[in-house]
């Protein structure tokens, strides 16, 4: 699982939560995707949806066997601030994953950015578990995701 780990902070970093890196083609109508490769591993993130969303991630050994997924679904609530809480405030705090304790599937446990506040919630380990994201700005609830996931065995 320490190679699992690692994998995904590199894969998450290099996808959505990069706001530089491009899209790869849909893989199903009206979805958006990314992809991520390194050695032996593959990343594919697809979601649908912009203010209310849901997606799935999976990784996949080289043989395209899947041996890790998530779930999720988000919603945000203030929705004069959709892009605004993107920009400032999640897509910040993802490319924190790895900075702590916390398990690598989506942010830190806490980040601060300005006036933003996200927060982090999971129970588990990468081999199951159940997460749930919250943003705040000023103290106001703004944003709110919930995940599940862990490792896939045929």
């Not at 530089?20 to 009206?30: E, F, L, Q, T």
């Not at 919603?75 to 004069?80: A, E, H, N, R």
């Not at 996200?118 to 129970?123: G, H, K, L, S």
Request: glycine fraction near 10%; charge should be negative.
């Amino acid at each position: 699982m320490e190679n699992l780990s690692k994998f995904l902070i590199a894969a998450k970093t290099h996808t959505y939560a990069n706001e530089n890196v491009k899209k790869v083609s849909s893989s199903r109508i009206g979805s958006h995707d990314y992809e991520y490769s390194d050695g032996n591993m593959m990343y594919h993130d697809t979601y649908f949806g912009g203010i209310n969303f849901m997606g799935e991630e999976v990784v996949y050994e080289r043989d395209k066997t899947p041996i890790w997924g998530m779930n999720y679904y988000g919603i945000i609530l203030d929705k004069s601030l959709s892009e605004e809480a993107m920009d400032s405030a999640l897509r910040p705090a993802l490319m924190q994953v790895g900075s702590d304790s916390t398990i690598p599937v989506r942010g830190p446990k806490e980040y601060v950015n300005g006036e933003y506040k996200y927060i982090f919630n999971v129970t588990g380990d990468l081999n199951c578990f159940n997460g749930e994201e919250t943003i705040y700005k000023n103290n106001h609830k703004i944003y709110v995701l919930k995940c599940h996931g862990g490792k896939i065995i045929r």
